[in-house]
């Protein structure tokens, strides 16, 4: 091998002439083995660096070589995001932890295949700073559903909106140490003579609808009222305390509320609504446009042009609370549909115009309570 080298070595110098023993040849020979060392330990280094690159690389996507076997699968997994409705991911045979303090809870899994596969948890019943901008599917369904009006920019006007009310939800995630017990009252003439009063009263939340009036009706619908669901058109003052749930239809629903808490300039959308409405700034909520369109596609099934007000005030509580139970919905034992403070000939305004299914949505309610969900308190 060295002489290999030397050759080359030589034949590189191009001096000496084949011979030993000269300075000048002792020279070359000195600077030849010198090269060949050079040489040598470049390539050592070379080899060195190469293989400590590839264990480099190995290492900085996944350092598998340390880990111990599963390692990247638990990996995996983790990166799966957490609210693909984890409660589902389980297995079926999996004993399910509770969710709430309840003896029954809404939120509880493997009760109702029917209910497991509808809810959906991750849609947020209120309209917040953090789901401004609606998907598009919903957003084009919203604005339709009161084509007359020209839609505003919603960023602007929501913008405007949170800087009066707060803008952010105030209701947590599943709690195994809560028990949150809710009423949803209707407005149905079956609660006459029913005496709930004291049931309804007795529920940490309370949810009343539209006009729904409590003085003079105590005995039967109670006295206390948490929440109140109304839109722009059948809006009323409500007590301190109260948190008035707005159920927008259109973008001018969103500016009206704004001036109604604010400016007052607005005071006709298609009929006239209050100039200034008295309710707690601090507690208005905006019911959320892409929960009001999961309901109608998941819950009533396009039964109806949309939901009535009643059913998505119930899916709401079916959404923040640990027990629901009905009151005041469907007809009474004549089969009327009126209200329960007045002989209201246009009952049906619910129940006839077509504009909500009134039977498929008895339907559900009965199929909810069928499946545990809710309770359903008949009335008269
Ligand atoms: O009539 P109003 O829409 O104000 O009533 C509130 C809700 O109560 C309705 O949207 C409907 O869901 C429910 N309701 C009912 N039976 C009635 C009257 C109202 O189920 N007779």
């Not at 039964?303 to 629901?324: I, K, N, Q, W």
Request: charged share 20%; proline share 6%; glycine share 12%.
């Amino acid at each position: 091998m060295s002489g290999g080298v030397v050759v080359g070595g030589g034949g590189s110098t191009g001096v000496g002439n084949g011979g030993g023993g000269s300075g000048t040849e002792k020279g070359g020979r000195v600077r030849c083995s010198r090269r060949i060392w050079v040489l040598l330990g470049s390539l050592v280094l070379v080899f060195l660096t190469s293989l400590f690159l590839s264990v480099s690389l190995r290492g900085g996507v996944g350092f598998n070589y340390l880990e111990p076997p599963g390692w990247e699968e638990s990996r995996r997994v983790k990166l799966v995001p957490s609210y693909v409705g984890a409660h589902r991911l389980s297995p079926p045979d999996a004993p399910q932890q509770k969710t709430c303090a309840c003896p029954r809870c809404v939120g509880d899994p493997g009760v109702s295949d029917w209910f497991d596969e509808n809810y959906d948890p991750d849609i947020s019943p209120v309209w917040t700073r953090d789901n401004v901008q609606l998907p598009s599917d919903v957003y084009y369904w919203w604005v339709m559903l009161q084509p007359q009006f020209k839609p505003h920019s919603i960023q602007q006007v929501l913008l405007r909106l949170f800087q009066v009310i707060p803008g952010r939800s105030p209701y947590g995630s599943w709690d195994p140490g809560r028990c949150l017990r809710c009423a949803v009252v209707g407005n149905s003439g079956n609660l006459r003579g029913a005496g709930y009063g004291a049931t309804i009263d007795g529920h940490n939340y309370i949810m009343r609808i539209n006009l729904a009036p409590t003085v003079g009706y105590e005995e039967d619908a109670g006295s206390h009222t948490t929440h109140h669901f109304m839109y722009p058109e059948s809006a009323k003052n409500l007590a301190a305390n109260v948190s008035f749930v707005l159920v927008p239809f259109k973008t001018l629903d969103l500016v009206w509320i704004t001036s109604a808490l604010s400016t007052g300039q607005i005071r006709f959308t298609y009929a006239p609504v209050k100039q200034f409405l008295r309710v707690d700034k601090d507690k208005v909520q905006i019911f959320n446009p892409a929960f009001f369109k999961y309901i109608h596609d998941r819950w009533t099934r396009h039964h109806g042009r949309y939901p009535s007000t009643g059913m998505l005030v119930l899916f709401f509580a079916l959404h923040v609370c640990d027990e629901v139970n009905v009151f005041g919905f469907g007809a009474d034992s004549r089969g009327n549909w009126h209200h329960y403070w007045e002989q209201n000939r246009y009952s049906g305004e619910f129940r006839k115009t077509g504009v909500h299914d009134a039977d498929y949505e008895a339907q559900i309610i009965q199929r909810l309570a069928k499946a545990g969900k809710i309770t359903v308190f008949p009335g008269k």
